[in-house]
């Protein structure tokens, strides 16, 4: 994997957008591949924060206080850059991307969206009105600077978003050739229901019979408590009791633990803390006697927000005490300024996907880039990748 190419993070000239352009008539557009440690810094930051507040498609994953410190941890070379959209001066669109020489085990280099493996969601940070003019400059950028990718690769693509909409219509106006590699769907919380009518509605009276009898064998080792922790303060001490929860079960002994990792710890302590410090994180736990049993971090990002981590005690499983967590957690549904919560949850999860009804289509996207003999290329490969021509995107 090498980092791209120093042409690539030069300033494009100034360009006057396009008469169908979303950017206002006569407005200086350029799209600009830096560093992300270029944009490491207090004015950059503070760009980066008014554009998370323009978007129309909330993307924490790809905000300041989630995104910095995963690269800080996660890519201290320097490979990942952060492609900037920018009209009359003011950032419009932001995507971090890296350059890959092997997909998915076959060496077809390409350009494809950043994100980790604790990240869930790859919708680039837009401001609002300006999602195909970013697509545009994006794709233009890729075709002039593309090297020797082969093709542009987009992961956790949800397909109901305003993003995905012009971006399918665009990639369909100009013939060029695409698919959707992948299609998932995850479970999502989006109901106008009360929180008791959506748990009636979700589990049968047998199941929840079940809960309320756990609860009460529960009860009976010690009372229950559900906290909330909001502040920086409460998110660090959450953090480390999170840390040594997950720890202490199954992921701690396969090794896929976020503390079995010192840099996957590092970006997870300053993330959440940063993340509540921007009152984006809010964190929850079932607790007894003081003790966790169960803990989930949500991210709030309205109109929506994004069910992050979760971890319970294994020794206490017959209890179901992540379910009794969850139960709590459906407290979102009487917020008036949350639509929605994708659960960022694995397709077919054996908890969540019984206990949120609705889902969410996410997808990955191959997108041809380059000139005519590439892109030719990229079409017979994308041919043998999905089994039948490209058709555009899901």
Known sequence: MSR?????IERLPLVSPPP???APARAQVRLVL???????????????DALAARTAEPNPFYESWF???????LDPQGSVSLACLEVDGQLAGLLPLRRYSSYYGYPLPHLRGWVHDNAFCGLPLVAAGMEALFWRELLAHCDAHAGRALFLHLLHMPTDSALHTSLKGLLAGERRKAASVQVEERAMLASRLSPEAYLEASLAGKKRKELR????RLEELGPLA?????TPDEVAAWVERFLALEARGWKGQAGSAIASDPANAAWFRAALVAGAE?????????EQNGQPLAMLANFITAPGAYSFKTAFAEDFARFSPGVLLQVANLALLERPEIAWTDSCAAADHLMIDHFWRERRRVARHSIAIGGQARQALFGLLLRHEIGHAPGGLA
């Open 4 to 8: 791209l190419a120093p042409h690539a």
């Open 226 to 230: 559900t906290t909330h922790a909001r």
């Open 20 to 22: 169908e352009s979303d």
């Open 278 to 286: 921007a009152g984006r994180v809010e964190c929850l736990a079932l």
């Open 67 to 73: 995104l910095l410190p995963s690269l800080r941890a």
């Open 34 to 48: 830096r560093p992300w440690a270029d944009c490491d810094t207090a004015q950059q930051r503070a760009a980066w």
């Open 213 to 216: 009898r756990q609860q009460r």
